[in-house]
């Protein structure tokens, strides 16, 4: 696959447990690794792997790639290859929905990185101000593409930051499911109750690494000890135990769910590689949107 792919493993926990908390017609603003956010909200795994893929069955008819995946129809304001360019999007949203007197909420995914730009600040106040339905949330996997979060990022703790805006904030382990899902419930439930914005950062690791082919240029920045620390965190793992362990199902049925997933995967894949590539006089197309 040509071009560049940020991955999600290692964060899932974030985008079920959050997601698990909204409704169909609440919004999320994600990220450039936004592929596993698109998942948990509802999103058909054929066309983003279509669209991965850049193929016409995609989502965005194969235009818009790995980083900018949108769903309107679920909610997906879009994946976003601007690093913060999401959270404004979110605010946004958040303000249609009160205007309107709805009680949607809007979610601001965005990475430690995306937490020094101005328009986190921005929106912040805005919303808070406003008491807007927005919750944002901070993917902190300790590294801003390839330099450690300490290095750029002043300050112990990022949910610090809402401090100064009466924001309520928390942190939580990123790699716990229910940790995430009961912090997004009650910010949700603030939100949806017309109480404001909430900030939830969520400490997790991406095993991946930034992206995908990122030793041609990068080099090795991580220790192996580093990275195998988190990889017996890993979220799936983890909430896979708490399942068996609480007798909620057992380890049968688990390995059957994870062969089912493997399978829709591939076919996934499969359903990608064989579809076609938008034809050249599409080019000039989706530009602009129609008149009504």
């Known amino acids: 696959m040509p071009g560049f792919v940020h991955l999600y493993i290692g964060q899932e926990a974030v985008a079920v447990g959050v997601c698990a908390t909204l409704r ?26 279509a669209e991965l893929y850049g193929r016409v069955t995609g989502y965005c008819r194969g235009k818009g790639g790995s980083m900018h995946i949108f769903v309107p129809e679920i909610g997906v304001l879009g994946t ?9 999007h979110a605010v946004g949203a958040a303000m249609s929905h009160k205007l309107l ?49 300490e290095r750029l990022t002043a300050g112990s703790q990022i949910m610090d930051r809402g401090a100064p805006f009466a924001i309520p904030s928390v942190q939580v382990d990123g790699n716990d499911l229910l940790a995430v899902r009961d912090a997004a419930q009650q910010a949700v439930r603030r939100a949806r109750a017309g109480r404001g914005p909430s900030l939830i950062e969520a400490i997790t690791y991406t095993q991946c690494g930034h992206m995908e082919g990122e030793e041609v240029f990068a080099g090795k920045y991580r220790s192996d000890e580093e990275i195998s620390s988190w990889m017996v965190r890993d979220p799936i793992v983890l909430f896979r135990e708490r399942l068996v362990s609480s007798d909620v199902v057992d380890r049968v049925t688990l390995d059957r769910v994870d062969d089912d997933e493997g399978k829709r995967v591939e076919a996934a894949l499969e359903y990608a590689i064989r579809s076609p590539a938008p034809a050249m006089n599409e080019l000039t197309e989706h530009v602009f949107t129609e008149e009504r």
Not at 24 to 47: L, M
Not at 101 to 127: H, I, K, P, T, Y
């Open 101 to 149: 007197g709805r009680d949607n909420v809007a979610v601001a995914f965005f990475g430690d990185g995306a937490s020094n730009q101005g328009v986190f600040f921005e929106s912040m106040n805005l919303s808070a101000l406003w008491h807007l339905p927005v919750v944002f949330v901070c993917e902190n996997n300790l590294y801003s593409e390839w330099t450690e979060y």
């Open 80 to 88: 976003n290859g601007i690093v913060g360019g999401g959270i404004a």
């Open 24 to 49: 169909p017609d609440d919004h999320v603003a994600s990220t450039h690794r936004g592929h596993g956010h698109v998942i948990a909200k509802g999103g058909d795994v054929n066309r983003i792997m």
